[in-house]
């Protein structure tokens, strides 16, 4: 089975290696393709000051490396221009059309950030100490209630469209097991009902599910996004997926996919039904 890898981060977010070093690494290992996702910028249209996201005054200079690579590396490897945006409720999303006028090959719909009833928005996969401090204070460390906000939002974002991979879909794992706060809970949701309804929601969709394996890459957590149980869920929809790295470094590009793939035929998936871009 040949892999592509369309999960990308580059020093012009959180990455840690510059474009042309990743297609030289992809390369080298034999990729079918490379995609480019930074982190689509969000300070003008949400305030919020990060260091992860592509700055909005350096996005143009990401496009015109990313397309001088493509041209650059034509008939050795195939490079696609993509982002990834993320959905905070009411501030930004995939679906916006300036997003669309960039002329991108893909985009990646993420839901990073929970808006919780009081405090800021923070992100589900912060740090231990900044993910619990959010959630005592904008959920009264009510982590059922942060993990329903958070599935809303996955909903939201399905709903309102947009994008062509769906992101680390159950994100929301990624704190839960080492929390005294939400140890014991499930990213099901307290109904335990949550996944079925993402599955059913995708069923008929062109939007094709991501099984990343940036969490194992970067050693957050012991299973791929989405892990096996929703997983086979997606299956019984026959819903498209596709395996990433979520690589933040070139060393990472194909990191962990030998499980990823394991997962997927566990899921009742076979590598025919694998998009590759």
Known sequence: MRYSSIHTHTLFCDGKDDVETLCRRAWEKGLVSLGFSSHAPVRQKTGFVTDWHIPDEKLGQYLDEVRAAKSRWEGRLRVLLGLEVDYIEGLMGPSAKDIHALGLDYVIGSVHYVVP?????????????????????????????????????????????????????????????????????????????????????????????????????????????????????????????????????????????????????????????????
């Not at 005592?136 to 939201?156: L, Q």
Request: hydrophobic share 40%.
């Open 117 to 277: 009833p009081r405090g800021s928005p923070f992100t589900v996969d912060e740090s231990l100490p900044e993910f619990e401090a959010g959630l005592r204070e904008g959920f009264s460390g009510d982590a059922g209630a942060m993990i329903a906000t958070y599935w809303d939002a996955v909903e939201g974002m399905i709903h309102a469209g947009g994008f062509d991979v769906l992101g680390h879909v159950d994100l929301v794992k990624k704190n839960l097991a080492k929390s005294p706060l939400t140890k014991g809970l499930s990213a099901n949701d307290l109904d335990g009902r949550r996944f079925s309804r993402i599955a059913a929601l995708l069923e008929g969709s062109p939007v094709v599910v991501e099984i990343n394996t940036g969490g194992l890459n970067r050693g957050y957590v012991e299973e791929t996004y989405p892990g096996l149980e929703l997983l086979r869920l997606l299956r019984e929809r026959n819903v498209l997926v596709t395996i990433t790295a979520d690589a933040h470094c070139a060393d990472q590009l194909d990191g962990h996919y030998e499980l990823a793939r394991e997962t997927l035929l566990r899921a009742g998936y076979t590598e025919a039904d694998c998009v590759q871009w």
